[in-house]
């Protein structure tokens, strides 16, 4: 997996790409997200128009992101999800949790409200 970071007015966004399915992605995405933190963000928009497969250890690597964002009083919100991965968050009842636009000015304008 490869993951490119940008901040888009205060939001940090990650574009992912690949698969996210655990093994090394799992370490290289809590970086990317400790760094995040590290760096005073709090507001982390994920793109994952070029992921294709997610497992549950992919699942489990987005909660965790997602916690940590929320210990530090932030949030974490995904972008262009896949309809595979969309079906996978509905069966797990995370899409409960996730806030998932399909939109990149609706998602950013989003952390505002």
Do not use: C, W
Not at 35 to 46: M, N, R
Not at 83 to 99: A, C, G, H
Request: net charge neutral; no cysteine.
């Amino acid at each position: 997996m490869k993951i490119d970071k940008q901040i888009r007015d205060d939001v940090v966004v990650l574009s992912l790409s690949g698969d996210l399915t655990g093994g090394p992605d799992a370490g290289l995405f809590h970086d990317t997200i400790k760094q995040v933190i590290a760096e005073g963000h709090d507001k982390v928009l994920v793109d994952m128009g070029k992921v294709y497969i997610v497992n549950s250890t992919g699942l489990g690597i987005l909660i965790a992101a997602l916690t940590s964002m929320k210990n530090v009083g932030g949030s974490l919100k995904l972008l262009n999800v896949s309809k595979r991965v969309e079906s996978l968050l509905m069966v797990t009842k995370l899409s409960l949790i996730f806030d998932s636009f399909n939109n990149m000015e609706k998602a950013l304008a989003s952390f505002s409200t």
